[in-house]
Every structure is written in C-alpha cells, then in structure tokens.
C-alpha cells in the first residue's frame, strides 16, 4: 500500500523526497480514521448493542457491570491497538519512531485498563455495599487496598517498558525494599487489619452510634475507610480517627441499645431523710383519694390486718413492723405510675428502689426503659417523668433534698428578725487598722 501510494504521488507530478513524506502522512491519516471508526464501531456495540442486550435477558447485576463507564473504557483501548498494529505501515522497517509510538500504545492501553479495573471494582463496592450482610464488612478498606494495588502495578509494568527491562525484575528489586515500603505503608496496613477485625467481631458498621472516651467522639459512624473511620458527632461536626484506635482501647457501641426494646432511665432523686415517717390512719385516709394508690392500699391494709403468730408479741417496737411508711407509700405509687405510662416497655426491668443513704439523704433510683429511643423524645420522657416526681413527693409529706441556698438563709434571717444588712460582712476600721 506504501509502495502504491508513493508511485502514485510520483505519477502525480510530485517530487520523490516529498512524495516520501507524504504517503508517510496519507498512511497515518488512514491509520487514525480507521482507529477513530473502529473506536466509534466498538463504543456503538458495547455500549449501545450489548447493555440493550444484556437489560432485555435480565440478567442479574447487568445494570450495574454493564454500564456505559464501564463499557467506554473497554472501547477506549480498541483505537489505541488498531494504531499498535498498523503504525508500522508508516514508517520503514527498523525505524526508532515504530518503537517510540508502539511503547506509548503500551503505556496507554496499561493505564487505561488500570483504569477498567479500578472502575469494575468500584461497581462491584456498590454491589456488595447494597447488599444487607455486606453493609458491616470492611468493603471501602478492601476496595482502597486493591487500587494502591492497581497503582503498584501500573507503575511496575510502565517504568519496565520505558526502560525495557522484565517487570520480574522491578518486583526482585522491590523485595529488597520490602521493610522500606511497610514503613511508608504502616498506617494502611494496621487500618486494614484493624478494619478486618472490627468487621470479624461485629464490633462496628456505618450507621453505628459510638463513643470513645477521651477522644471527644460521640455521634454516628459515616464510614470505615482504610486509615480512617469517620463519625459525625450530635453537634454536626466531623471526626476522624484510625481503625486501630478503636481495637486497642475500649470505646461503646450503642447499636445494641438502638436495637433492643427499649433505651434505659436510671435517675435518682434524693429524699430528705428526716422526713420520713410512719403513716397515720390521716395520712392513709388522703392517700387513698390518690386513683393509683387505693386499690394498692387497701391491699396493703388487709395484709396487715391478718393475725401473725410469729410476731405475736406485746412489743410496739416489733409491732411497728407491721405499719406503712409514706416512702414506702411513695415507692410503691411510684411503681404504679411507671408501669401506667405507655411509652415504657413493660418487658424490660421496671422498678423504684432504694441506694444507700448518704449525707445527702435517701437516693430513690426509678429504673426502666422508654420504648421511644429517639434522643429529643426519650430526653423529654425523662423529664416529664421527673417533673412528675418532683411535683408529687411533697403530697407524701416527704422532702426532697437540697443544698441550702441564698433563698433559705434569707428565709431563716427574716424569721428570727435579722435584715439583709446585718447580714453583710463588716466594714474594717480604718483607725484600727491604722
């Protein structure tokens, strides 16, 4: 064809130096037309032909595996191998240009499947991260893992064709600068062997609602990559922190909780321990005007009412055994009242009791657990509770303790008659001090 087309540019009135060259340019015109036609003829049948195959045979993934960036980056390296093949029609035998292009088509179709496989395995993350069992395995981990990989090798395999040299040879030397390149990649590896063992364990997945002390992270993981696992605190702020952080010290996992039946109320409200006392039949009698606490009562009466030889004894002290208390009042209304709300799950502990009495009175402890677990809403559960509390334990002639404050000394001073003035520290002499 070479031949041909030079005789006829001679034949053509054309100079045989110039027609040398220009049968050279007609030949890599051709050659880049018939590459470019051959691109766009692969780019219509994969593309176009093949997805609107595979989308009418249902097959399972088509959509994903057989997208158009995937199938262009296939249809990319058809021109720059038709040029491979042809280019050496340009150029005579022997020629240094035939292998200065052909070794940038190397290069090129290198990179561009570097490029294939790296997007193949990005659609294969999307996948399996789609997938329920693989949502709390280390799959951004292993997808990071595999291109450093793919990088490796294509920096391998490029640097053996500029310098023709085997890429056997590049990885012998490499092994020779193995402790070299797993200091430079210590923090990739101890992240990827921490993922795997956060995944093994079940110890965490995105979506997980974690804290680590000491390290103000307390919020909801976005993702586990190879170095780093990414979590948005309460407060919108981002934090990040190494996968080996969280296998080498202790951090709380909240998931179990979210999961469950109910999120736990443990609070403690403190009762004044002088205002504990025995009831009167009074103070029984305005008690039983309380709906929860009737039925209970007169329960507790009958109860009591019932001969006990064991403790048949003309001993008040023993009798007295025998008698209500208003916090024993108070602890079992408390009882009713949890157990009548609808938002505590009845299947989990429920109940009030008492903690060991310290200088600050009597602790009373109500333990249960809200069915609601959304955080503005459980919050608000617990204080209505409480506001519940606080409002209905003076109504059993009880107490709650408090620290004294400003208000209570004022009160004490206007009782035995002393001003707020009187009160005031004194001015220091100044002729004393002199």
């Known amino acids: 064809m070479t031949a041909w087309m030079n005789q006829l540019l001679i034949d053509l009135g054309i100079k045989p130096h110039l027609a040398d060259w220009l049968d050279q340019v007609a030949i890599i015109v051709i050659i880049m037309i018939l590459a470019v036609l051959t691109g766009l003829i692969c780019r219509f049948l994969l593309v176009t032909v093949l997805r609107k195959f595979f989308k009418k045979a249902h097959f399972h993934w088509s959509s994903l595996v057989f997208s158009p960036h995937l199938l262009k980056k296939i249809a990319d390296m058809v021109p720059v191998i038709m040029i491979f093949i042809l280019i050496p029609l340009a150029f005579p035998p022997h020629a240094k240009a035939i292998a200065l292009i052909q070794k940038c088509c190397v290069i090129y179709i290198v990179i561009v499947a570097l490029l294939f496989f790296n997007a193949f395995f990005k659609l294969m993350f999307q996948i399996f991260n789609s997938k329920e069992p693989f949502r709390d395995r280390p799959l951004k981990g292993a997808l990071q893992i595999i291109q450093v990989l793919l990088i490796c090798v294509g920096i391998i395999v490029v640097t053996s064709i500029i310098i023709n040299q085997s890429p056997m040879h590049l990885l012998a030397g490499l092994g020779a600068s193995a402790a070299v390149l797993m200091l430079v990649f210590k923090d990739s590896i101890l992240g990827f062997v921490s993922g795997i063992q956060l995944s093994a364990n079940h110890m965490l997945k995105p979506g997980d ?226």
């Open 209 to 434: 609602w974690i804290t680590v002390p000491g390290s103000g992270v307390d919020g909801t993981v976005l993702e586990v990559t190879l170095n780093t696992v990414k979590v948005q605190n309460f407060d919108n702020t981002i934090m990040t922190i190494p996968p080996c952080t969280l296998t080498s010290q202790a951090f709380q996992n909240w998931q179990g909780m979210a999961e469950s039946g109910g999120r736990r109320v443990m609070r403690s409200i403190n009762i004044d321990i002088n205002s504990v006392k025995f009831c009167t039949p009074e103070m029984i009698a305005r008690y039983k005007q309380i709906p929860l606490l009737k039925e209970w009562l007169e329960k507790k009466e009958e109860e009591l009412s019932q001969p006990d030889t064991a403790l048949a004894i003309d001993n008040p002290v023993v009798i007295n055994l025998h008698r209500l208390t208003n916090i024993g009042v108070l602890r079992a209304y408390l009882n009713l009242y949890i157990h009548s709300l609808s938002v505590v799950n009845k299947e989990l502990d429920c109940m009030i009791r008492h903690l060991q009495p310290t200088e600050n009175g009597i602790p009373m402890q109500l333990y249960f657990f809200s069915s609601i677990k959304e955080w503005a809403t459980y919050e608000g559960i617990q204080a209505d509770v409480f506001d519940h509390v606080m409002a209905i334990i003076p109504e059993f002639d009880l107490r709650i303790f408090q620290n004294p404050s400003g208000f209570d000394l004022q009160q004490v001073a206007d009782r035995i008659g002393i001003s707020s003035t009187d009160l005031q520290p004194a001015k220091p002499d100044n002729k004393t001090i002199s």
